[in-house]
């Protein structure tokens, strides 16, 4: 079982930044994939950003590509979501997701585990 635990939420204005952490334990950090997810309110969950085994691929979806960068770092067990030049539409509880297997990351129904979600507000 595969526990984690998000962090770096918070109240930022728009053009600001927030760092995102997820902390993994229960498995060995370096045999999974990582993804983050947002769901802001009446909306379904929507992917941010997922990384490979190794910092080696990276993938995010088209409204983030250039203001937000997923890292992990395999020696800390963690994964981080850089969120820069933030917009109010960034306004979300974010989740970080593993997996296990390969495969596809794109989607909520490819990942295994959730954590328990962070809230970023972004305002105007």
């Known amino acids: 079982q595969v526990q984690l635990v998000e962090s770096g939420g918070g109240l930022v204005q728009a053009g600001g930044s927030l760092r995102l952490s997820c902390a993994a334990s229960g498995r060995t950090f370096s045999t999974l994939r990582m993804g983050w997810f947002r769901q802001a309110p009446g909306k379904k969950r929507a992917f941010v950003a997922a990384?490979?085994?190794?910092?080696?691929?990276?993938y995010y979806a088209d409204s983030v590509k250039g203001r937000f960068t997923i890292s992990r770092d395999n020696a800390k067990n963690t994964v981080y979501l850089q969120m820069n030049s933030l917009k109010p539409e960034d306004t979300a509880v974010y989740y970080c997701a593993a997996k296990v297997a390969g495969g596809p990351l794109l989607s909520s129904d490819d990942y295994s585990y959730w954590g328990q979600g962070t809230q970023v507000t972004v305002s105007s």
């Open positions: 990384i490979s085994w190794s910092n080696s691929s990276t």
